[in-house]
């Protein structure tokens, strides 16, 4: 199974206001080189948490195959929802949190189950900003797609 690094970040101007992610992807190809690939894109109305899932998300769906996939990410929302399995919780609850709210960002929340299955993903915090090169590139890619955001994406939060 090919492994794969995912260093993410989400960004958003106000709460909601124009948000965008950035990913890079680093995996050995076939002839042994090591090769980093940058996505992001941009959304208006939206939220920061949305950008930190939307990262994962598009950053995992541009692998074509199965693939042991380690995310680094400096939401601990993010990684908190799946390393201490808040998820399994909220959709054995009806995707309900502890209290009995809704569990907000439902929609990527499953997309991003789906994918888990998939590939085989492990997630780890990282100190944003913290003068790890992957972590910068990726918010500066947030940060430029957040101001020039033109999709529309009006979830929940």
Not at 25 to 52: A, L, P, Q
Not at 105 to 124: G, P, Q, R, S
């Amino acid at each position: 199974m090919k492994e794969v690094t995912i260093y993410t970040d989400g960004s958003s101007k106000g709460n909601p206001g124009n948000g965008g992610y950035g990913a890079v992807i680093i995996y050995t190809n076939d002839k042994g080189e090591t090769i980093e690939k940058t996505i992001s894109g941009g959304y208006t109305n939206t939220t920061n948490n949305r950008m930190e899932i939307m990262a994962v998300i598009k950053a995992l769906q541009v692998l074509t195959i199965p693939c042991k996939v380690q995310v680094y990410s400096d939401s601990q929302y993010l990684v908190n929802t799946f390393a201490k399995k808040w998820i399994n919780n909220w959709k054995r609850n009806g995707w309900k949190t502890a209290s009995g709210t809704d569990v907000k960002n439902k929609d990527l929340w499953i997309t991003m189950l789906a994918l888990t299955k998939y590939h085989k993903v492990k997630f780890e915090w990282i100190k944003g900003h913290n003068d790890n090169k992957y972590n910068e590139l990726c918010d500066k890619l947030a940060t430029t797609a957040a101001d020039a955001a033109k999709t529309e994406d009006k979830g929940d939060g």
